[in-house]
């Protein structure tokens, strides 16, 4: 397999912004309209509906959900606090100076509100106080994950089965069934490869996806090349599933076993806490043979599921299951 630089498709997604509108709007259905109307119903005191709370709590300018401090004109217009510094401290409503006037009762009115999350829409069935909404957001199980493609920034985001079919239709990155791997990577002139990230391979073992990745940057002063894997799942899957990799020759063998870090984090993080398979370039050469002047690594591998025995005092063994 050679190990030629590889492009990140130039492709377009649905920005967050634009995913929270349509999250959003799947469960209201008040006109922007009404939300005006709503703004001026609240400073009067009059109860909103239920379907209207949440366009009351819609920002004009950017519509996202409006967090204290929630600000209002003289005319009871509202804005959050991220947009008043947007437009400069006039009403984008009326045109009128906001000065510092807050919507009190639109806050009070905010924490009594429970709403479901905004990854509703990809399966979250969760439902939050107003305040604890965000918090939870950050880390629902729910949310997309980023593309696992480390050959250059890539901005898509989605599901697991979605990124798998970009990986495969966009990078035309190469896929593999089975829980065994034995690769060949051959690079030509590897003393001019500073930085490079190389070939990602993804396997589909125990109905889950796993991506391999292999590369060369600098550690310290030593160049080195590194082989690591990472699950396409959460970190909680993630613990469920261990795996080694193995490279050597004339005689020498490194090995590596660890569990595999989550694609929550990111291809970077885990390079840079070399949680991997490191190789000196002066080792992979000499595994390489020959002149020493092209790379010619073999890396093979196994992923295995942990599987908890039940024992006396509840305690128990893991045992590595290739079924």
Not at 11 to 31: A, G, K, L
Not at 36 to 61: D, I, K, M, Y
Not at 95 to 106: M, S, Y
Request: glycine fraction near 8%; proline fraction near 5%; charged fraction near 20%.
């Amino acid at each position: 397999m050679d190990l030629d630089s590889m492009d990140c498709a130039s492709t377009i997604d649905v920005t967050d912004d634009e995913e929270i509108h349509q999250d959003r709007h799947s469960y209201t259905s008040v006109s922007k309209h009404h939300s005006n109307n709503s703004n001026a119903n609240a400073a009067s005191g009059l109860l909103p509906t239920t379907t209207s709370v949440h366009e009351l709590l819609e920002c004009p300018v950017c519509t996202n959900s409006m967090y204290p401090p929630i600000h209002q004109c003289h005319n009871g217009h509202t804005l959050c606090s991220t947009c008043k510094n947007r437009v400069h401290n006039r009403c984008p409503t009326c045109r009128q100076e906001l000065g510092d006037i807050r919507c009190l009762a639109l806050e009070k009115v905010a924490e009594s509100l429970e709403l479901p999350c905004k990854y509703m829409s990809l399966g979250c069935p969760e439902i939050f106080p107003y305040y604890s909404k965000l918090k939870h957001e950050t880390v629902c199980n729910f949310r997309p994950y980023n593309c696992p493609y480390a050959g250059s920034e890539c901005s898509v985001m989605g599901d697991i089965p979605f990124l798998v079919a970009h990986l495969r239709d966009d990078h035309k990155v190469d896929m593999h069934s089975g829980c065994t791997f034995n690769h060949r990577y051959v690079k030509s002139n590897p003393r001019e490869v500073e930085n490079a990230t190389w070939m990602l391979t993804v396997f589909h073992c125990f109905g889950q996806y796993f991506c391999l990745h292999f590369e060369a940057f600098q550690l310290g002063m030593a160049p080195v090349y590194m082989a690591f894997l990472r699950f396409m799942g959460d970190e909680t899957e993630a613990r469920n599933y261990n795996y080694s990799l193995e490279v050597g020759g004339y005689g020498r063998k490194l090995i590596w076993e660890g569990t595999p870090r989550s694609v929550r984090d990111s291809h970077r993080k885990v390079r840079d806490s070399h949680d991997g398979l490191i190789i000196q370039r002066n080792m992979a050469l000499f595994f390489s043979g020959g002149d020493r002047k092209e790379l010619k690594l073999r890396v093979t591998g196994r992923i295995w599921k942990e599987q908890q025995q039940s024992g006396e005092g509840g305690g128990g063994a893991c045992i590595p299951n290739l079924s």
